[in-house]
């Protein structure tokens, strides 16, 4: 649901499923082919003592998904968060031999907007 502020409304009560669209730092997408390892983690603002991870390991995906389409789905199921606006840190690994353990982990995060509510 949509309202005419732009955030997204969803129950507490109900399941979620979220696609992350992922870019590289010159903000191109990424393909299977050239998709980092990374850490996602989902909160809802003020309240990060409930924090939904996904995350993708060579592999290996937890907590996430790659669709058919080849986009990453994150299930949140019901009754994960308390109402509130959603929160999304996002921690790729990246190899970069400029730093001493050759990886880049930057973590962005961002308030989105997509809020949860009770009713």
Do not use: H
Not at 29 to 34: F, K, L, Q, R, S
Not at 44 to 50: E, F, H, K, S, W
Not at 80 to 99: K, N
């Amino acid at each position: 649901m949509k309202t005419e502020w732009g955030i997204k409304k969803f129950l507490t009560t109900a399941d979620v499923k979220l696609q992350l669209a992922m870019f590289d730092q010159n903000g191109d997408p990424y393909t299977v082919g050239n998709r980092p390892d990374f850490v996602v983690k989902l909160w809802v603002l003020n309240r990060r003592t409930t924090v939904f991870t996904a995350s993708k390991a060579g592999e290996t995906y937890s907590g996430c998904y790659l669709g058919e389409d080849n986009q990453i789905y994150v299930n949140i199921p019901k009754n994960t968060f308390t109402p509130g606006r959603l929160c999304i840190a996002f921690e790729p690994t990246i190899v970069d031999g400029t730093f001493n353990d050759g990886t880049y982990e930057p973590s962005v995060g961002s308030i989105t907007d997509y809020e949860y509510i009770s009713i």
